[in-house]
């Protein structure tokens, strides 16, 4: 079992920076994949970026050049650094973790973060 949290959510202006903190516990060394995902208002969620356990990011279009996933296996955490926010990533924002596994499916699950990009 992994128990992940979330912290750094909050309300910016657009242009705006965040950075996004996911601490995890428990059974952590058996942690693969970690990544953030996001869930507008009336939307699916959706990947914004992840890393694989070999250290290989993935990112959605949208956020390229924008946001910056990195993680520390030593702390067990995953951060998102998210530079010139847009109102259109207004959502809220989850980390996940695959397990190795099941390195393909993201298994757990934090609580979510809200991030608010006003205009």
């Known amino acids: 079992q992994v128990h992940l949290v979330e912290s750094g959510g909050g309300l910016v202006q657009a242009g705006g920076s965040l950075r996004l903190s996911c601490a995890a516990s428990g059974s952590t060394f058996s942690i693969n994949g970690m990544g953030w995902y996001r869930q507008a208002p009336g939307k699916q969620r959706e990947l914004v970026a992840g890393?694989?356990?070999?250290?290989?990011?993935q990112y959605a279009d949208s956020v390229k050049g924008r946001f910056t996933v990195y993680r520390d296996n030593a702390e067990r955490a995953l951060f998102l650094q998210m530079n010139s926010l847009k109102p259109e990533d207004t959502a809220v924002y989850y980390c996940a973790v695959s397990m190795d596994w099941s390195p393909q499916d993201y298994e757990y699950w934090g609580q979510g973060t809200q991030v608010t990009v006003s205009s």
């Open positions: 890393v694989t356990g070999d250290g290989i990011t």
